[in-house]
């Protein structure tokens, strides 16, 4: 394992600021990951793993540098999701993931957020033509990954549960 010194980039859109996790994040996170939605993505958590959740995300960067992003909106400042890369131990590849909070669903966020860090992910960290790992029941990522290029590149089984692997197309600079 090495450790790397990493300022993590802010990436701005539209509508999104693409920055480091922070604690004053935790009731938004907390909230979303005590819903059914976070079954998708490892949930239901409770507000103390919700913190812990936190904390591993800024590890990521600090082990891989890279990782996932909250995502902000512009116009409120609050969190509304988090997106970007996740390479944990005994995955196959990195892969490119994404979550939209309450209340911030339906607006195209994640799209927008999505194409930001595949593209910043492409360009500065090497990670071209990743893949995202979906749950077979998760039929908005699924539809959203569709409308990223991404195209169903078989089936595995991560964190005890089935998955299907979307891969994205490759970034042209």
């Known amino acids: 394992m090495t450790l790397h010194s990493v300022d993590i980039p ?6 999104l600021i693409l920055r480091a996790g922070r604690e004053t994040d935790l009731d938004a996170l907390a909230a979303f990951y005590a819903s059914d939605r976070a079954a998708y993505v490892g949930g239901p958590m409770d507000r103390v793993q919700s913190w812990l959740a936190i904390a591993a995300g800024l590890g990521h960067w600090l082990i891989r540098g890279y990782g996932m992003w909250t995502m902000e909106d512009r116009v ?5 999701g988090r997106c970007g890369f996740i390479f944990r131990e005994g995955w196959p ?6 979550q939209v909070w309450d209340g911030f669903e339906g607006n195209g966020l994640a799209h927008e957020a999505v194409v930001a860090a595949r593209d910043h992910g492409a360009r500065y960290f090497g990670l071209d033509s990743v893949v995202s790992y979906i749950d077979p029941a998760n039929l908005r990522s699924q539809r959203l990954a569709i ?6 590149d078989g089936d595995t089984t991560l964190l005890g549960g089935p998955v299907q692997a979307w891969r994205h197309p490759r970034v042209t600079a």
């Open 93 to 98: 590849e990195p892969e490119l993931g994404w």
């Open 147 to 152: 409308r990223l290029g991404a195209v169903h």
């Open 10 to 15: 802010v990436i701005e859109t539209a509508r």
């Open 76 to 80: 409120t400042g609050l969190p509304c």
